[in-house]
Each structure stands twice: as C-alpha cells, then as structure tokens.
C-alpha cells in the first residue's frame, strides 16, 4: 500500500501552468519554507512501515524533490526497511551532479519519472520561464552514460501542454538520437508517457484558464488518488490528495496527534470520505476537482487489491 512525502515544497522551474501562480501569498510561502529534516522524516516513514505501508511516492504536491538537501539519505533510510517494495519520484532532473546521479540509479527498488518540459531550448523556457535547457540535456547526457541495465528504471513524462505534439515528437526524436546509449540501453523497456492537459488544483483555477482544461463533471465512484496519495507534510499532516489539494484543504489527521490506527479507522475521517466518494458524493478538496481518476485497464488489479487492502482497514 501507498502513501506519499511531501519533503519541500520549492521549485527552481516557474512552469506556466503551475499551481503556484494560483496561491495566495500566505501558502506560497508556505510551500517556499517546507522542509522535512531527515529526523523527523525517519520518524514519520518507521509509522508508516510498522503500519504497513511499504510503496512511498517521493513527489510534493508541487516542488521538485531534488532540492531537498537530505533527499537521498530519505531514500537510502526507506530502503533499510526489507519490507520496502517499491519508491517513486518524480523529477525535472536540473538539480543534479554525477555522484547525486550515481546514487539515484543505484537504488535497487526507485522508480524515476523525469519530467521533460520541452525538447529544445526555446520550448523549454517558453514551458518553465527559465533558461534551463542546457543543463537539463546535460543531465540527460550523463545519464546515458551512467545508465546500466540494473539501474533504477525511468519513465519520461513529456509536459508540454501545446497542441503540436508533431513538433515535439520530432524534437524527442532529435533528443533520443543525440543520446543513443540512453536509447539503445533502457529507452525501449521503459515508458514515454505524455501529458497535454491541466486540471484545476481543486477548483483553484477557474474553467477554460488553460488549453485542454480538464472537466470531469461526470464522475462516479471512489477516485483512485484518494486511495494512492494520502501525503505526508512536515507538520505531519496527512492531506488526502498529495496531488491535488495545494491549498490542503483535506487533511485527514496528524502523525503527531493520532496513531494511523485511528486515522485509518472505521470511524475516521478518511472512511467517511471514501464512503461518501463509494456513493457518487465529493466532499472537501475533491468537491470541485476536475481530476477524478479512475485506473487504466492495466492498473485494475493494483486497484482492486489497494481497494480491498483500505477497505478491511477502515471496516476494523
Ligand atoms: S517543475 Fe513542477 S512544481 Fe516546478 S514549476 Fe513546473 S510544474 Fe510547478
Ligand atoms: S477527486 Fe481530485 S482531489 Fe479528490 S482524490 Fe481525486 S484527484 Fe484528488
């Protein structure tokens, strides 16, 4: 079962369809300061494991993980765990140096999503408002080099969200050929997935702010990232929706005043809302979120089984 971190909350890309152009001040800040040390980190991840939580999603809500100082050693501490099955993180992959690198790849049970927004320079800086290209196709370099078949697998997750994917495409395909061994070694048993829409931060952004606004208005049933991205703050607040809910409107209990025990029980929080979602009823951050989603069929049976795994947790 899944839970995630969010241990910083700043960023050193400023991407045009960020939620953090949304924010008030107050939570701008907020996020700007978030930092988990690697104590309180520890102490938080060991609640988890002796719960039996044992897959971590590494990504803050907004933010890049890579930035946070003690990052690595988070990982490294989650994999003295042997119940540990699996971590995963996303990236822009700027903040990066070869030793930091050698380390990412080394993690036998890491999963890294490197979020590519744009494929050349002007892209690039036209996505994010920073002048970043260059180091991010450095990196790019450096890991084809690095790259061996036992390193963490990578996803690529292009996201740019213009409507002319031929430009892009030709572009991934300028930057694949300029990097062949990251081509040839792992590109073709691991995943390129594109993006191309926006959803709404909650019902932060107004309809129609971005192209291919999403407006799932038709929802039924239990949103699956209630089920996966229940997060975990430095506060040690659990916000429901570690993807969504920037302003962190559902908080679903605290790690320093409850044992998960409670926070996941039958009578909590989290159970009436999973209840309510059961019924076709959205409640808190998920009331105006345009985001419901439901697994693809290649996800079914992971569904099914965290479906099961939360419903005999919050039925004790
Ligand atoms: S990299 Fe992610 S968190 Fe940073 S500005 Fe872009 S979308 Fe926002
Ligand atoms: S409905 Fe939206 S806010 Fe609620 S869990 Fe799903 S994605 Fe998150």
């Known amino acids: 079962m899944e839970i995630m971190f969010q241990t910083t909350g700043k960023c050193n890309l400023d991407c045009w ?12 800040n907020e996020l700007n300061k978030m930092y988990m ?24 809500i907004i933010g890049e993980p890579l930035l946070d100082t003690t990052f690595l050693k988070k990982i490294e501490y989650l994999h003295s765990f042997d119940s540990l099955k699996r971590v995963s993180l996303f990236t822009n992959f700027i903040k990066l140096n070869k030793s930091k690198l050698k380390k990412l790849l080394s993690f036998p049970k890491l999963t890294i999503t490197i979020s590519v927004y744009g494929l050349n320079k002007g892209r ?13 196709e450095r990196n790019i370099r450096m890991l084809s080099k ?8 990578i996803e690529f997750f292009i996201r740019c969200p213009w409507n002319d994917s031929t430009d892009i495409l030709k572009s991934l395909i ?30 932060l952004v107004p309809d129609n702010t971005f192209p291919n606004q999403r407006k799932d208005h038709d929802r039924k049933g239990i949103c699956w990232y209630s089920l996966i991205d229940n997060s975990i703050d430095p506060t040690g607040d659990i916000v429901l929706c570690g993807a969504c809910d920037i302003e962190k409107k559902t908080v679903i209990g605290n790690l320093n005043e409850q044992p998960l025990e409670e926070i996941y029980s039958k009578d909590s929080l989290f159970a009436d809302i999973i209840e309510k979602q059961h019924n076709n009823i959205y409640t808190g951050c998920c009331e105006y979120c345009s985001e419901h989603h439901v697994p693809q069929q290649k996800t079914i049976d992971e569904h099914t089984r965290r479906f099961e795994w939360v419903k005999k947790l919050i039925s004790k």
């Open 37 to 60: 040390p690697l104590d309180i980190f520890k102490q938080y991840a060991k609640k988890c494991i002796d719960f039996g939580f044992n897959e971590f999603q590494m990504t803050p």
């Open 124 to 136: 690039y800086k036209e996505t994010t408002n920073v002048d970043m290209f260059k180091k991010f």
């Open 146 to 153: 690095l790259y061996k078949p036992t390193s963490a697998p």
């Open 174 to 203: 300028i930057i694949l050929a300029s990097v062949k061994p990251f081509h040839t070694n792992y590109y073709k048993r691991n995943n390129l997935a594109f993006l191309n829409w926006n959803g709404n931060w909650c019902g």
């Open 17 to 28: 369809f960020c939620a953090y152009r949304f924010l008030d001040k107050k939570r701008l």
